[in-house]
Nanobody
Framework: QVQLVESGGGLVQAGGSLRLSCAASGSIFSIAIMGWYRQAPGKQRELVAAITRSGNTNYRDSVRGRFTISRDNAKNTVYLQMNSLKPENTAIYFC????????WGQGTQVTVSS
């Protein structure tokens, strides 16, 4: 089992920045990939960014160049630096870890005001 604890969400004005953190514990040796998904009201959950154990990254087109995903393997933590935030980025952001199983954090609310 893997436990994921997110932090860093909040309210920010458009154009501002936030950094999300996700700390993993438990069977972390089984984690091959970590990432961030988001779900806005009335919409499906969608991938925002992902990073493999070796550091390969993937972003959805709408956030590429504004968001940066990174990981600190020594701290078993993945980060999502979000810059130039837009109101349409408002959503609950979920941390994800995949490998031998699929694990989700509890979610953290990000609200971007116009």
């Amino acid at each position: 089992q893997v436990q994921l604890v997110e932090s860093g969400g909040g309210l920010v004005q458009a154009g501002g920045s936030l950094r999300l953190s996700c700390a993993a514990s438990g069977s972390i040796f089984s984690i091959a990939i970590m990432g961030w998904y988001r779900q806005a009201p009335g919409k499906q959950r969608e991938l925002v960014a992902a990073i493999t154990r070796s550091g390969n990254t993937n972003y959805r087109d709408s956030v590429r160049g504004r968001f940066t995903i990174s990981r600190d393997n020594a701290k078993n933590t993945v980060y999502l630096q979000m810059n130039s935030l837009k109101p349409e980025n408002t959503a609950i952001y979920f941390c994800y870890a995949g490998g031998h199983g699929a694990y989700w954090g509890q979610g953290t609310q990000v609200t971007v005001s116009s």
